[in-house]
């Protein structure tokens, strides 16, 4: 398990590497885990032994991990604190950064007080041999704890910003694995104080400590998980933008045909859409207002009597509510693109498009994307006589 718990925690690491040229927020959960990593990495044997060998100092890997773990534990304050109150980032050295800081030194000191044998099962071997073994340990887990249950609450007060979906999940899972790293802190802690007494552990010790690595294993991975669903959702975000993109080009294209000036500098190819990955966002929007902007440049070429009569036929079909009101603004955009082909002049009397008070861009993607979906049908033609009405998928 702990291989394949290193291998994924490197794998993480490198993904997010390139988020460090960023924001700090995100160069403090790079080092978190790039933390993680390193405290993982060299709790493996074979690591263990080499570092040992190449430094010649008794279980120097152990200090390593124990290093490079408050070093994580502190990025992820960092970060959690981001999320809660930016304003703190700014705030460099803090003094959490000093408590971790001072956390360091001491428990180097410790370490180094330590008769320490040559194993690479420290804390199992150590734990209850001596004052300084014991207080070296329990330093670590005093911290962890304090640590991983500040940043618990802070995730869970986190969760309750963000609205429903994704985001708020992932902060949720977030709490609830900082929150096993206090369960496991604290188990960690129970059993130093019980060995230190001279005791041993309820059925064996063996037991607790298969226990506890299995309660640091879920809180690591959950801390992954939780991580990795803000991108997650950002990806499903983007492929919605790419779809609507390309559900909304029929329609941009008939109306900046009609009114070609409406387009800001050299109208996007098919090819350029396909290809379209970066600046998705921007792309959408510019499309949306180009729609907009081509509708009102066409205004008074539609006969309010021929609207008002596929209205009533699209009532008779049984459309109500959004989907009439759609049906209705695609049947005005194919009335407007012809009257413009047909260099028609204004109608004596002119319909006008319903106004729609949303601003959002999504809202207004949506609800494009439904005027698409009914502006290829034929019922919603002025001179449509088929019998039923299904909207393009």
Known sequence: MKPV???ILWTVTVWRLPSVRH??????????FFGLAIAMTVTLSSVAKAVDNFSGVVDLATLLKHLAGIVACAAVLDWVLALNAPRDMGRFPARRHYIAA????????????IDRQETFNFAELESGDGIAATAYLLTFEIYLGIAMGIAS???????????NGLLRTGMLILASGTALGVFYAALRSAYLIVRFTGSHSPGGDQPMVSASDAVQALAILLIIIGTS????SAGLKALRDYRALHALRPLW????EQVPTIVLGAPPTKAQDWMAIRDLRQRLLRRTIEIRDATLMLRGLVDHAEQEAVRTRLISRGLTGDQLEAGCEAAWIRSAVAAKKQER???????TLRPRSSTALDDEVRWLQLVASFYRN???SPTASVPALATES
């Open 5 to 7: 718990l290193v291998a």
């Open 23 to 32: 924001h700090a927020w995100k160069r403090s959960l790079w080092l978190a």
């Open 102 to 113: 001072a956390t360091m030194v001491a428990m180097t000191s410790l370490f180094f007080s």
């Open 153 to 163: 609450n802070l995730f869970w007060r986190a969760s309750h910003k963000k609205p």
């Open 229 to 232: 669903i803000p991108p997650v």
């Open 253 to 256: 294209e008939d109306l900046t």
């Open 345 to 351: 002049t204004a109608a004596s009397r002119s319909a």
């Open 378 to 380: 034929p019922e919603t």
